[in-house]
């Protein structure tokens, strides 16, 4: 082998196209979040809840199937009486599934999203500042914006991230709950019936995280220091938060002043558990009885706000757009 | 050949101020250097030319693609290492510029080799494993010039590329520089104050003043138009030899650091050194018009000024 | 040549950091360059001559006198600053004037001497109502300057004052430097940009690693390096034509060739040096510079780094 310097040479190859590009800004901004160990932390108890709703639905569909353990082991311990409720409740279901299944979905995975609402401001706390605030720090934009990229390539990776991690934390353990559900329940014919709460679902997992991307990426171009963009979304989403309830009792709107109230709102509506409850007093017997001495919680929430549901979308839409603005004017000073 | 960098009435304005105002250039492949006072617009015409800054008026077209109809694809091929420090931040020396690499549209594998070719081109050894964010002002330089090469682009933007460095690492950085135009073939803008430098590697200049461009040559052809000097220095006898450069029609001054100036008015300096040959005068040493460049700059943009 | 700064034996640490270590040397009148990279004790020295700190051993004198704790000598010492500490929101005048209050100019003559100092630094008049904030670097570096010329020093520090600068802005504090140096102040400056130096000083002190490892003119320096066979870089439209000619005339020892130059290992060189003119004076190929390879600062300090 004769010596060979170590010289400059040129590369041949074909280059990869723009969606590689932009995967590659996202796979690396992924990386660099789940370094944090309190991220993987709030992903563990999103799919920890998750799993322990499947297990809740289990036990349910267990207890109402006449031949599984479970109900045989009721039947022994509590004796005839529990036999005969469960039984009872099982002719009930099997009556009225397009109303029961559904209502039972609706129920739970609501409240599920409730909380992942919650754990997604948290997660967006914690990765907030790796978004655009670091490379507005480190001038990174100006790398990106030299090589084979335009702004909207960066931003399209930089959404992906966020897209990605919090529907990891949010929509896919929706999905996984009911799916699982489905699997584990005595009677397959459930996925008719439980199938619009699985849109619900989708529809209030897709509207959070998108909503809540956005906004991360407003609040992490506007802040240059890390701990100023963590800041500024812990502002945005408690400070606003204990405004819009004072403000909810002087201003009807009020509560509709933060952006992840209104997200919450939404969701409520999304689901519209006083739906649930509406159709199943009128065609359920005895339950009618039942609501009366139960006032729903989530039914008052939804009527005090006047316009019903469409109040806090059209807040939530102002948000977003201010939002797009601040990024769009942020990024391309740069 | 077809020009590497071609503007017709480029602008760019910032509120009250014009940073470029109609810029018609028309540049061949080589080593550009781009010189201009603070503020004369040499990063606004970078910047415009990448597309970081939006131009107000005006077609700018690099490697023969017109930039506002084919952006993404002309950064393809090209480079820039800008002027201000900038890293992506929680990365590692190859890390960052394998991942440069894939930005600019190579895959993983390809992007990964290069990387390390290109930090052994800029003189890096064991650093590369080290983040970026914990590098001297020496290797930042050095990786801003890889990261700006790493995709094999044809042209490449170097903003000011020795600013804060020592003069060791001055020499090496324009060494490298001196080193991708002749090996790769990459042509290569350098933007920078210090003219010395920019007269050791650029053979094309373009100097900026008020946004406009004053003087775009190649750097030979400006020398020739200077009168010819000569500065040299002796050991001794300097009132002597200043008297004999009179009689011989020669003007001559002593200079700060020590040298004797001379405008001899000749083409080489050989009738000089036939001169002091025949005095049996050996100066220490002897050069031909060394500030040429600066001298041309001051001139040239001072005319600039005296003509708004 | 008296000297203006003369140090013998010199040291200073930071605990067990090296800042100079048993330097001795003279600075003579004029325009001295102070070179070496970073961290050779640069700025140790410049602290030391200004009095901020105390030499850990040796002894260090300005103008025959030790500046530390000795305000006497440190009134004819000028110190124009690497980092800018100037007052953004003050007016030139001003800032000029409460300095000059301070270092014990007389309140009836601050004015007058601040005016001075800016008449000297070529500031113009229309821009002293203007606050320093709204300057651009050149002329923030020239009310620095104004500065360390208020109290009329005899020597003149200055830190890295072409930092930033522009080809023009270096220019002209180039200028300025030679007028101060021809109403007889003496200047140490120090630099990253060597070309810079070479075109204004006369002399230089260069420091590596705590150590001074060259001094002296311009001229000095170079018959120290001439006692060793030298490097020779020619300049020349015919590289191969002026090596073939060195040969012929047996003063060759080797040499490369690169486009516009041949760099040449002569023979005797003693005897090359003191003839080569008319050595040379009958070479076909057109010559444009003859420099030794060791007299120039990038090569000096290429052999002290190497």
Redesign the interface.
């Known amino acids: 082998m004769s010596i060979r310097a170590h010289d400059y040479e040129h590369w041949r190859g074909t280059s990869t196209s723009i969606w590689r590009r932009r995967w590659t800004i996202m796979s690396y901004g992924m990386r660099l979040c789940l370094r944090s160990k309190l991220l993987r932390g709030i992903f563990a108890i999103a799919w920890v809840s998750a799993l322990s709703v499947v297990a809740f639905h289990f036990l349910i569909g267990q207890l109402l199937s006449t031949d599984s353990a479970l109900a045989s082991f009721v039947a022994n311990t509590f004796g005839r009486k529990a036999k005969a409720i469960l039984d009872g409740v099982t002719a009930w279901i099997l009556l009225y599934p397009e109303i029961t299944v559904d209502g039972l979905f609706r129920i739970t995975l609501s409240l599920l999203s409730l909380l992942y609402v919650t754990l997604c401001c948290l997660a967006v706390a914690l990765f907030v500042p790796k978004l655009i605030s670091q490379d507005l720090s480190s001038r990174a934009i100006l790398i990106y914006n030299s090589k084979a990229l335009t702004r909207t390539d960066y931003l399209a990776g930089k959404f992906g991230i966020v897209f990605v991690l919090l529907g990891g934390i949010m929509i896919a353990p929706l999905a996984f709950v009911w799916f699982a559900s489905n699997i584990l329940s005595p009677d397959w014919s459930f996925f008719w019936h439980g199938f619009s709460a699985l849109l619900r679902a989708m529809a209030a997992g897709v509207v959070t995280v998108l909503c809540l991307s956005v906004l991360a990426l407003a609040v992490s171009s506007l802040a240059r220091k890390s701990g100023a963009a963590t800041a500024l979304w812990i502002v945005l989403w408690l400070v606003t938060g204990f405004v819009a309830e004072a403000a909810s009792r002087v201003l009807p709107w009020g509560r509709c002043l933060s952006p992840i109230n209104c997200l919450r709102e939404v969701t409520r509506g999304l689901f519209d558990l006083r739906g649930v409850m509406e159709s199943a007093r009128a065609s359920l017997p005895f339950f009618e009885s039942l609501l009366k001495s139960l006032p729903s919680k989530a039914a008052v929430a939804v009527e005090s706000v006047p316009g019903g549901a469409w109040m806090p979308v059209l807040f939530l839409a102002g948000f977003l757009g201010i939002s797009i603005l601040a990024i769009n004017k942020r990024i391309s000073n740069e | 050949m077809p020009p590497i960098i071609e503007t017709q009435g480029l602008s760019k304005r910032f509120g009250s101020h014009q940073a470029l105002d109609r810029i018609d250039l028309r540049i061949e492949p080589g080593t550009i250097g781009l010189l201009g006072p603070n503020g004369a617009g040499k990063s606004t015409l970078i910047r415009c030319l990448l597309q970081l800054d939006e131009n107000d008026t005006g077609r700018a077209s690099l490697l023969g693609q017109d930039i506002d109809a084919h952006g993404r694809e002309v950064r393809k091929r090209v480079g820039y290492a800008p002027e201000q420090d900038c890293h992506i931040p929680g990365m590692a020396g190859c890390e960052y510029v394998t991942y440069c690499a894939q930005l600019s549209g190579l895959p993983f594998a390809a992007a990964r080799q290069r990387a390390h070719e290109m930090l052994d081109f800029v003189g890096m050894g064991q650093e590369r494993y080290r983040l970026v964010e914990t590098y001297s002002t020496g290797m930042k330089q050095r990786i801003k010039i890889a990261q700006a090469i790493v995709h094999d682009p044809e042209l490449v933007f170097l903003d000011e590329p020795t600013n804060g460095l020592d003069p060791e690492g001055q020499a090496h950085i324009l060494d490298l520089i001196g080193r991708i135009w002749k090996e790769s073939g990459i042509s290569v803008v350098l933007s920078s104050h210090l003219l010395p430098d920019v007269d050791r590697i650029c053979e094309q200049i373009v100097i900026l003043a008020r946004g406009r461009v004053v003087v775009h040559d190649r750097l030979q052809e400006l020398k020739r138009r200077r009168q010819p000097v000569a500065e040299l220095s002796v050991q001794a006898g300097v009132p002597e030899l200043i008297e004999a450069f009179s009689r011989n029609g020669w003007s001559s001054e002593l200079l700060s650091n020590g040298r004797i100036r001379v405008a001899h008015g000749q083409e080489s300096l050989n009738p000089m050194i036939a001169f002091l040959g025949e005095r049996r005068i050996a100066p220490i040493e002897i050069k031909a018009s060394p500030n040429a460049l600066q001298e041309f700059f001051l001139q040239a943009v001072r005319d600039q000024g005296a003509t708004p | 040549m008296s000297a203006v700064i003369q140090a013998t034996e010199l040291s200073c640490f930071y605990g067990l950091v090296l800042g100079l270590n048993n330097v001795t040397f003279t600075i003579g009148p ?2 001295t360059g102070l ?4 961290g050779a004790g640069k700025s140790t020295l410049i602290k030391l001559v200004t009095g901020q700190i105390r030499p850990s051993s040796g002894r260090l004198t300005v103008f025959g006198e030790e500046p530390w704790n000795n305000p006497g000598v440190l009134g004819s010492i000028g110190y124009c600053p690497e980092h800018e500490h100037v007052h953004q929101d003050l007016k030139p005048v001003d800032w000029l004037r409460s300095l000059a209050a301070l270092s014990g100019v007389p309140r009836g003559e601050t004015l007058q001497r601040s005016e001075l100092a800016l008449t000297a630094v070529g500031l113009s008049r229309e821009h002293w109502k203007k606050r320093i904030g709204t300057y ?3 002329m923030r570096q020239r009310v620095k300057l104004a500065q360390a010329l208020l109290h009329r020093p005899g020597l003149v520090i200055l830190d890295e004052p072409m930092n930033g ?7 002209e504090i180039g200028d300025i ?2 007028g101060l ?1 021809r109403s007889g102040v003496h200047i140490l400056i120090s630099s ?4 810079e130096l ?5 002399s230089f002190l260069m420091l590596n690693w705590g150590r001074a490892v060259a001094g002296g ?3 000095e320096i ?2 120290d390096a ?1 006692r060793l066979p030298e490097q020779v870089v020619i ?1 020349t ?1 015919r590289p191969e034509d002026v090596v073939e000619y060195l040969r012929s005339a047996g003063l060759l020892r080797g040499y490369y060739l690169e486009e516009d130059r041949a760099v040449v290992w002569v023979r005797h060189a003693e005897r090359f ?9 009958g ?1 076909p190929a ?7 390879r060791a ?1 120039t ?2 090569g000096l ?2 052999k002290v ?1 190497s």
């Not at chain 3, 600068?165 to 220019?171: F, I, V």
């Not at chain 3, 990253?192 to 070309?195: M, R, V």
């Not at chain 3, 040096?273 to 004076?281: K, N, P």
Request: overall charge negative.
């Open positions: 004029g325009i070179v070496g990279p970073n651009s670097k050149g600068l522009d080809p023009m802005g270096r220019h430097l030679r140096q990253h940009i060597l070309d070479e075109a204004l000083c006369g003119s311009h001229q170079h018959a001439s300049r439209d040096y003191a003839e080569w003119t008319g050595l040379l004076g070479c057109r010559i444009f510079e003859v420099q030794s007299t600062l990038s300090f290429e780094n």
